[in-house]
């Protein structure tokens, strides 16, 4: 069995429709407009990315066909996928049922597809050891996992209710294999690399309290007057927020912190809502590290001009974003410098 990492778009745009049909689609657009399911090899899908991109770059044609092939013809019912949430710190992890179909139905992007049964959509990206998070953040849309024996390890960690158990022997590659022109992971997103670093040290420095204390010099170095609740129970008030040097004016924030290994639910975000109509807050920041659940989200259209979510992607937004403002001692726990990459195109 293989391991594949698969994305849903460039801005995690397909996402949503990936988890809700419990497919995968070869989101290619006008390449995989016509049926390709019936091309028995390699080269007839090299041939038809040549026809379809008559100008482009040689390398760039072996690229994109050796990705296209690994999902029309090298992936094997029972094989898993791994699918990055672009916009929530979290990974589905699910197993193909079925070959590669065609409905000419549908649109260009989601004509192609398989079949998934999603194991778990929800998998924190910090349950994953750092070299599989190296591996996860290839740039390439579709390419095979096979480096440091990942495909054994993340079964493991499926029998180990997706905690990371002890280490399992290596097995190494045979040369021949049937994905030999499967693309493998290469070129990595260093960004994202770079985010699960700085998410490791932000836990380490701030879990519990400290979480409430980064998000309270975040608001400040926004331009709040903060008051930030000692330690202990707070009745959903984590900081208090609002504009003026005395923090008289408007808008006054309640801001509700929480830093534990499960995401929030419902009655957490309610717990806000009181809080919030108790010392009169215009609006609510709820802060959680291990993001939210689903019902929580559905509350967003209806609470969108009162509440706001950060979930861990957002927090370091707003951490870098902000970060030569912060107070000195924040700084000083965690030390970051910017620094300058070229960027890699898509795919």
Not at 39 to 58: A, F, N, S, W
Not at 237 to 244: H, Y
């Amino acid at each position: 069995m293989s391991l594949w990492l698969v994305r849903a778009g460039s801005y995690g745009e397909h996402e949503s429709k990936f988890i809700d049909e419990n497919r995968v689609y070869l989101t290619w657009g006008e390449l995989t407009a016509n049926d390709m399911t019936s091309i028995p090899d390699y080269e007839g899908i090299k041939q038809r990315v040549l026809q379809t991109y008559p100008g482009e770059l040689p390398r760039k044609l072996g690229n994109w066909s050796g990705q296209i092939w690994a999902f029309v013809l090298a992936m094997k019912v029972g094989d898993w996928v791994v699918l990055p949430n672009k916009n929530k710190p979290t990974i589905a992890i699910g197993e193909i049922k079925s070959p590669c179909k065609f409905d000419p139905a549908a649109a260009d992007d989601y004509r192609h597809y398989r079949e998934i049964t999603w194991l778990n959509t929800e998998i924190p990206r910090t349950a994953f050891d750092q070299d599989l998070l190296y591996s996860f953040g290839a740039f390439l849309t579709i390419c095979e996992i096979k480096r440091n024996n990942a495909e054994q390890r993340v079964r493991s960690m499926a029998h180990n209710q997706w905690q990371t158990p002890m280490p399992v022997p290596t097995q190494v590659s045979v040369n021949g294999s049937a994905t030999d022109e499967a693309p493998q992971e290469s070129l990595v997103d260093l960004e994202q690399l770079a985010r699960d670093s700085i998410a490791k040290l932000i836990i380490q420095k701030f879990k519990g309290h400290g979480m409430a204390r980064l998000v309270d010099s975040i608001l400040k170095a926004q331009g709040f007057t903060t008051y930030l609740s000692p330690e202990g129970p707070d009745k959903g008030v984590d900081i208090l927020a609002a504009g003026g040097p005395f923090g008289f004016d408007s808008p006054r924030l309640c801001v509700q912190v929480k830093s534990g290994d499960t995401p929030a639910d419902r009655p957490e975000f309610t717990q806000l809502i009181g809080a919030m109509q108790s010392v009169n807050a215009d609006q609510g920041l709820f802060v959680s590290w291990s993001d939210f659940k689903q019902t929580v989200y559905k509350e967003v259209p209806v609470q969108f001009f009162k509440v706001r979510l950060w979930n861990q992607n957002d927090l370091i937004e707003q951490l870098l974003d902000n970060y030569d403002k912060l107070d000195q001692d924040v700084r000083a726990e965690l030390p970051l410098k910017r620094i300058w990459t070229i960027a890699t195109p898509d795919r």
